[in-house]
C-alpha cells in the first residue's frame, strides 16, 4: 500500500464539504484529484513562460516550446514509445479518437475505410469509441460489428474469427472498461486482427493511469488516452501512432502550424506530430501533463498498480457483504481495473449518488457514457466507485457504510 503521505500531495482531498464532512473522493475514472507539483507547474507556466511555441525567437517563446516540446519526450518515455515525434497531443481522448477515424476515412488505400470494409468495436466502448465509428460508418457505407458482453462483464471472443475478417480495416477496443473495470485480453484481439492485416487501436484513458502502458508490447497501431484521469490538467489528450502510419495518413484538422508550405493553389504538411497539431496547441496543458507523468513516474506505476489492486480487492469483499448490492462486471479483483459499478435492490443509482453526496462521498451515477452496456445488463444506471493512488480502505469502509445508509433512508 502507498503511504498516506502520497494523500498530502493532492490539497483538494482535505476539503470539507456539507457541514463539515470530510471529502471521500470516489471518482476518479471520470477525472483524477491533481497533485501540488502539477498545481505548481501550471502556476509557474503562467506566471513566468507564457508565450505561443516554436516560431517565436524571444526568451519567452524558447522556453515555452522547451517546455510544451519537453512534454513531449516525458510522454513519450512514459509509455514506451520509440520515437517523440510519435507522440500526439489533442485536447482529450475523444478527440484522438476522432483523429484515427477521420485519417482512415480520408486515407488512401490500404488504410482507406469505404463501403467494402468493416469496423469493429466491442459492446463495452466508451461513447467516445463507438459515435466515431458510426459516423464513419454513415459517411463511407463501412459495415460496422462488435464483440458482445458475457453475463460475467467480458469480451466474447467466441466468434472472433468472424467478427475480424479480411475485410476489417480497424479494430478499436478499450483496454480496461470505464463502467466494468473489466480488463481486456489485448494480445487475442491484436493477433486476429494481425492475421488479417486490419489496424488496431486501443482506448487506454482508464489504463494509462493506473498501470504501466508500453505501447511496444502492445502491438498496436495506435493507442490513445487523457491526461486528466491521470493527475494531469483537463483539456490534454494524446494519441500514439506508429511512425510510418503517422508519415501515410492525412491530417483531420488544417491550419497553422500543421503545414511546411501554403499557397493560394495548396498546401504541403509539416512531419508528424506537427502534422495532426494544427493552431495553437494545449501549452500549458501539455506542461501540466509532463509533471503529472513525472509525478506518477516517481512513485512508480507498478507501486500504484500493487495499491489499487489491494484496495480493489478489499472493494469487492466489502461491497458484496452489502444486502442486495450487484455488482455490475467481474466480481473479483482479478483482471480488473480499480473501477466498481453496481446496483443496490431497487433503489436508482441517482437516489443512492444524492444520499452519498450528503455524507460527503462522491461517486459517479448514470450510464458512464457506455449506455450499451446497461442496455445489455438491462438496468437503467450503475452507482461507480473508482479508486486511484490515494484511495484507502478508510474510503472503502465509509462508502460501504453510506450505502447501509442508503438502505435505511429508502427502507
Known amino acids: 500500500m502507498l503511504d498516506e503521505a502520497v494523500r498530502k500531495d493532492f490539497p483538494l482531498l482535505d476539503r470539507l464539504v456539507h457541514d463539515g464532512k470530510k471529502i471521500v473522493y470516489l471518482d476518479n475514472a471520470a477525472t483524477s484529484q491533481k497533485p501540488r507539483q502539477v498545481l505548481d507547474a501550471l502556476n509557474e507556466y503562467y506566471e513566468q513562460h507564457n508565450a505561443n511555441v516554436h516560431r517565436g525567437v524571444h526568451v519567452l517563446a524558447e522556453e515555452a516550446t522547451a517546455l510544451y516540446e519537453g512534454a513531449r519526450d516525458k510522454v513519450a518515455a512514459f509509455i514506451n514509445a520509440p520515437s517523440r515525434d510519435e507522440v500526439i497531443f489533442t485536447k482529450n481522448a475523444s478527440e484522438s479518437l476522432n483523429l484515427v477515424a477521420n485519417m482512415l476515412g480520408w486515407a488512401d488505400e490500404p488504410y482507406r475505410v469505404d463501403h467494402e470494409t468493416e469496423i469493429v468495436i466491442t459492446e463495452m466502448e466508451h461513447h467516445s469509441n463507438i459515435v466515431p465509428w458510426q459516423l464513419l460508418s454513415q459517411r463511407t457505407g463501412a459495415k460496422l460489428k462488435w464483440f458482445g458482453l458475457t453475463d460475467d462483464g467480458r469480451l466474447d471472443l467466441s466468434?472472433?474469427?468472424?467478427?475480424?475478417?479480411?475485410?476489417?480495416?480497424?479494430?478499436?477496443?478499450?483496454?480496461?472498461?470505464?463502467?466494468?473495470?473489466?480488463?481486456?485480453?489485448?494480445?487475442?484481439?491484436?493477433?486476429?486482427?494481425?492475421?488479417?492485416?486490419?489496424?488496431?487501436?486501443?482506448?487506454?484513458?482508464?489504463?494509462?493511469?493506473?498501470?504501466?502502458?508500453?505501447?511496444?508490447?502492445?502491438?498496436?497501431?495506435?493507442?490513445?488516452?487523457?491526461?486528466?484521469?491521470?493527475?494531469?490538467?483537463?483539456?490534454?489528450?494524446?494519441?500514439?501512432?506508429?511512425?510510418?502510419?503517422?508519415?501515410?495518413?492525412?491530417?483531420?484538422?488544417?491550419?497553422?502550424?500543421?503545414?511546411?508550405?501554403?499557397?493560394?493553389?495548396?498546401?504541403?504538411?509539416?512531419?508528424?506530430?506537427?502534422?495532426?497539431?494544427?493552431?495553437?496547441?494545449?501549452?500549458?496543458?501539455?506542461?501540466?501533463?509532463?509533471?503529472?507523468?513525472?509525478?506518477?513516474?516517481?512513485?512508480?506505476?507498478d507501486k500504484i498498480a500493487a495499491h489499487e489492486h489491494a484496495i480493489t480487492e478489499y472493494a469487492v469483499r466489502r461491497l458484496l457483504e452489502v444486502p442486495s448490492l450487484r455488482i455490475i462486471g467481474p466480481s473479483t479483483a482479478e483482471e480488473r481495473g480499480a473501477t466498481i459499478s453496481f446496483t443496490l435492490g431497487d433503489i436508482h443509482p441517482h437516489d443512492v449518488g444524492q444520499v452519498l453526496d450528503e455524507q460527503g462521498i462522491a461517486v459517479r451515477v448514470g450510464h458512464h457514457c457506455a449506455r450499451p452496456v446497461c442496455l445489455r445488463y438491462g438496468i437503467p444506471a450503475t452507482t461507480r466507485a473508482s479508486f486511484y493512488l490515494y484511495s484507502t480502505q478508510s474510503e472503502v469502509d465509509a462508502l460501504v457504510d453510506g450505502l447501509e445508509h442508503v438502505r435505511n433512508f429508502f427502507g
Open 159 to 301: 466468434n472472433i474469427n468472424e467478427v475480424i475478417t479480411e475485410k476489417t480495416k480497424i479494430v478499436s477496443f478499450v483496454l480496461i472498461s470505464n463502467i466494468l473495470g473489466t480488463v481486456n485480453p489485448v494480445e487475442a484481439i491484436v493477433r486476429r486482427a494481425q492475421e488479417v492485416g486490419a489496424l488496431v487501436l486501443i482506448d487506454a484513458s482508464q489504463a494509462a493511469p493506473h498501470v504501466a502502458v508500453d505501447v511496444q508490447a502492445l502491438q498496436a497501431d495506435f493507442v490513445a488516452f487523457t491526461g486528466h484521469k491521470m493527475c494531469g490538467p483537463t483539456g490534454i489528450g494524446v494519441l500514439w501512432g506508429r511512425q510510418e502510419l503517422l508519415e501515410d495518413l492525412p491530417p483531420f484538422l488544417g491550419g497553422g502550424e500543421m503545414i511546411e508550405t501554403v499557397s493560394m493553389h495548396s498546401s504541403t504538411y509539416a512531419p508528424a506530430p506537427h502534422k495532426f497539431e494544427a493552431g495553437t496547441p494545449p501549452i500549458a496543458q501539455a506542461v501540466g501533463l509532463g509533471a503529472a507523468v513525472d509525478y506518477l513516474s516517481a512513485i512508480g506505476m
